[in-house]
Nanobody, 128 residues
Framework: VQLQASGGGLVQPGGSLRLSCVISGSNPDYYAIGWFRQAPGKEREAVSFVDSTDGSDGSAYYAESVKGRFTISRDDAKDTIFLQMNSLKFEDTGVYSC???????????????????WGQGTLVTVSS
């Protein structure tokens, strides 16, 4: 399984971006997908999670810091996970990465150790 994240860029506070994560390999809809971010000098932080749609219901979960502003979705026909980010803040700046887990339970979704596959990151910069 390989993941390819894209869609980052420079945006002003209050603006929006949509990140994409394309999954390639066998049975992409089997995997639960998480988005993580890492700001300069800070630890990696879990942002959002969407459950598998193969045997699970595709439920979405969010970190408190992004709840109400970010929306995760998956288009299994395109093997793509989206992260719509609205009302962006300075503190949303960082490298955003997507990761795949064969564990479809949302329990512990924010822990990086449960993800077996990681894509390279895409940089999001929120600046005026």
């Amino acid at each position: 399984v390989q993941l390819q994240a894209s869609g980052g860029g420079l945006v002003q506070p209050g603006g929006s971006l949509r990140l994409s994560c394309v999954i390639s390999g066998s049975n992409p809809d089997y995997y639960a997908i998480g988005w993580f971010r890492q700001a300069p000098g800070k630890e990696r932080e879990a942002v959002s999670f969407v459950d598998s749609t193969d045997g699970s219901d595709g439920s979405a979960y969010y970190a408190e810091s992004v709840k109400g502003r970010f929306t995760i979705s998956r288009d299994d026909a395109k093997d793509t996970i989206f992260l719509q980010m609205n009302s962006l803040k300075f503190e949303d700046t960082g490298v955003y990465s997507c990761a795949a887990s064969s564990n479809s339970s949302p329990w512990g979704w924010a822990h990086p150790f449960r993800y077996s596959y990681w894509g390279q990151g895409t940089l999001v910069t929120v600046s005026s």
